[in-house]
């Protein structure tokens, strides 16, 4: 019982010294395990990424084969998703995540969650609040995102 109480204690310890360390606006926290806390932070980067238009880093992370589906249903390949990047017809002043859940399945995991921005795509105003998902799966050793979809929550 000791041993469970301590482990419980540490577990805890270690979600608030993350917590504390990790920005509010761009971060959410990691409920579990080592596949969920990698994934997490690679959510989280790439909320950085996008903001900074890092393009390096999904160069890194999106797999050859990466399709995305954007909120109008428009089905993206890596290479049009990283023109689009390049071309900064994207803004974001503001892009926080939040509500996520990973289901890792070996070496194959998908997370979805909801994120609040505010930006603009080609000039037009795209703020509001999303939800989103992405697959994942572990390639040589690296966790890559096969398929990204994002649909916009329609305000009642």
Not at 52 to 68: Q, S, T
Not at 80 to 87: E, T, V
Not at 90 to 98: H, M
Request: proline share 1%; hydrophobic share 45%; glycine share 8%.
């Amino acid at each position: 019982m000791k041993r469970i109480a301590f482990a419980v204690c540490v577990v805890v310890l270690v979600f608030a010294v993350a917590s504390v360390a990790q920005t509010a606006q761009t971060t959410f926290k990691p409920r579990g395990g080592s596949v969920e806390q990698e994934l997490i932070r690679l959510e989280n980067t790439w909320v950085n990424a996008e903001l900074k238009h890092d393009l390096a880093f999904f160069e890194g992370i999106l797999a050859d084969d990466f399709i995305m589906l954007d909120n109008d249903g428009v089905v993206l390949t890596r290479g049009q998703y990283l023109a689009g990047l390049k071309s900064g017809e994207s803004v974001f002043t503001s892009l926080v995540i939040d509500n996520a859940k990973v289901h890792a399945y070996g070496e194959t995991a998908v997370v979805f969650g909801r994120e609040t921005l505010k930006g603009q795509f080609k000039g037009v105003d795209i703020s509001g609040q999303y939800q989103w998902t992405d697959t994942w799966v572990k390639i040589a050793g690296h966790w890559k995102c096969v398929a990204d979809n994002c649909s916009k929550i329609v305000q009642k």
